[in-house]
């Protein structure tokens, strides 16, 4: 058995731990400090490092991590990251015998080349850790690559099935239900989650995990063919109403917004 617990960092960033009574594996470790806090306080000792991509609020953490603790951190190679110890591509499989999970690995370019996620398909209901591709009801901005490739990506964790549980690496989700809801001002789904969502952060819970059948309900980087989000950016000024034009013209707005 395992449980995932969020650790936070910086201000608005999770640190995911997955561990059980003695051993723990952290994702996108940006600091050191809250981690080894984390170890400590519950006697446990760390056996590897997930790292979804390369921005330095993911991977700060890393040197001074293996610098106790001497684990392999998984993630793509970059020059730009030293800290992976094993390069890892789509196809390839990560078995954390400790914990009875086996994650595949998904290439998921568009917020920076080098972003991979973590699915986990063998439980019910499976786990993905998607870093900073898919926030709950948002998407990370287009760094590296191209808008069409950071669509792709969504579209291609949108398709994972719907009892999915996406644990991001931000407290985004308060903000972007404002642009969901600019969006699509008639969606009932996004009014129940802003209340849901007031009510989680007046306690200071997360409101990560998530299911994706909430997010392709809610977020409007999924649901570029809801027909109010067409009408609103029609108002906006689109005239060609294709999917890659719908997603453009709302992570231009978000930027803005």
Not at 55 to 65: F, K, M, N, T, V
Not at 116 to 125: E, K, L, M, S
Not at 225 to 247: M, W, Y
Request: hydrophobic share 40%; charged share 20%.
């Amino acid at each position: 058995m395992f449980n995932i617990t969020a650790i936070s960092a910086f201000t608005d960033n999770y640190i995911w731990a997955i561990h059980n009574d003695r051993h723990a594996v952290v994702v996108d470790p940006g600091e050191a400090a809250p981690v080894l806090s984390f170890l400590a306080a519950r006697k446990l000792a760390l056996t590897g490092i997930f790292c979804t991509h390369r921005h330095h609020d993911h991977i700060g953490g890393i040197a001074e991590l293996r610098a106790v603790y001497n684990v392999p951190v998984f993630g793509r190679r970059h020059e730009k990251n030293p800290h992976i110890s094993h390069d890892i591509r789509e196809g390839q499989q990560i078995r954390l015998d400790e914990f009875g999970l086996e994650f595949d690995i998904l290439e998921i370019p568009g917020h920076l080349d080098d972003h991979i996620a973590f699915i986990a398909t063998n439980i019910t209901p499976p786990i993905l850790f998607c870093g900073d591709v898919l926030f709950g009801a948002g998407c990370g901005k287009n760094f590296e690559g191209t808008v069409a490739q950071l669509h792709h990506s969504l579209q291609r964790l949108s398709r994972l099935p719907d009892i999915t549980l996406a644990y991001c690496a931000h407290e985004y989700t308060a903000s972007n239900l404002r642009f969901a809801l600019a969006c699509e001002p008639g969606n009932s789904a996004v009014q129940q989650r802003v209340e849901k969502t007031r009510e989680m952060r007046a306690e200071n819970l997360p409101t990560v995990p998530f299911t994706l059948a909430l997010e392709k309900a809610t977020n409007p980087f999924l649901r570029c063919n809801a027909d109010e989000i067409i009408k609103t950016l029609q108002q906006r000024g689109l005239t060609d109403t294709r999917a890659i034009n719908v997603f453009t013209a709302l992570r231009a707005w978000r930027d803005n917004f």
